[in-house]
């Protein structure tokens, strides 16, 4: 009777180890930032303005082939305007954008995304909650992205009175209706990996 209740005990406990302790396969792969972009599209009353920061790091982690993670670094002093041609106000904006009244790139040269929980829902696709930080400030972001083979897309809206950026802000200046630039922009992140 002593053996039959060790045996059950040490098969019960070495039984509950082995489901217990599965370890998760994850694998971190880096993001070809020669390959990848990110673009951004501001709005204002009178229409809008786009351009493209450069990717300067990333990598998205992964459990086989179910996206787990990621993180984003990218550049803000490359900030471009892709929507003016030169000497028709594209380096005035760049210089603005790059000054302290916006991204303030020259203490603030990059900003991150870290995500902080990802849930499949879709096939390929996955909603993400995580901490963005733009100008030393973090604040957290919900975003969609897809993942096809090596290839992800995420979009996003971001707020950008969340990180001391309330220039032409109708919400903090008395902005004349038709000068005003709204709160958010988006961002659209094609990756390769």
Do not use: C
């Not at 490359?78 to 954008?97: F, M, P, Q, R, Y």
């Not at 992800?152 to 971001?158: C, H, R, S």
């Amino acid at each position: 009777m002593k053996k039959t209740i060790l045996s059950l005990v040490l098969a019960t406990v070495f039984g509950f180890n082995a489901t217990a302790t599965e370890p998760i396969n994850e694998e971190k792969k880096e993001v070809n930032t020669e390959t990848s972009s990110v673009a951004w599209k501001g709005y204002k009353f009178a229409g809008s303005h786009n351009g493209t920061i450069a990717l300067q790091s990333g990598t998205l982690m992964f459990d086989g082939d179910k996206l787990t993670g990621g993180e984003f670094v990218v550049d803000m002093t490359s900030i471009t305007v892709t929507d003016l041609e030169a000497g028709k106000g594209k380096e005035k904006l760049e210089g603005h954008l790059n000054a302290d009244d916006f991204f303030g790139t020259a203490n603030h040269a990059t900003s991150k995304i870290v995500f902080t929980e990802v849930k499949a829902s879709g096939k390929n696709s996955y909603a993400v909650n995580g901490d963005l930080t733009i100008k030393g400030i973090s604040k957290p972001v919900t975003f969609d992205i897809s993942v096809y083979g090596s290839k992800a897309t995420a979009t996003l809206k971001v707020d950008r009175t969340n990180y001391d950026i309330h220039y032409g802000s109708t919400n903090f200046t008395d902005t004349l209706k038709d000068k005003a630039i709204y709160d958010e922009f988006d961002l659209v992140i094609d990756l390769e990996f």
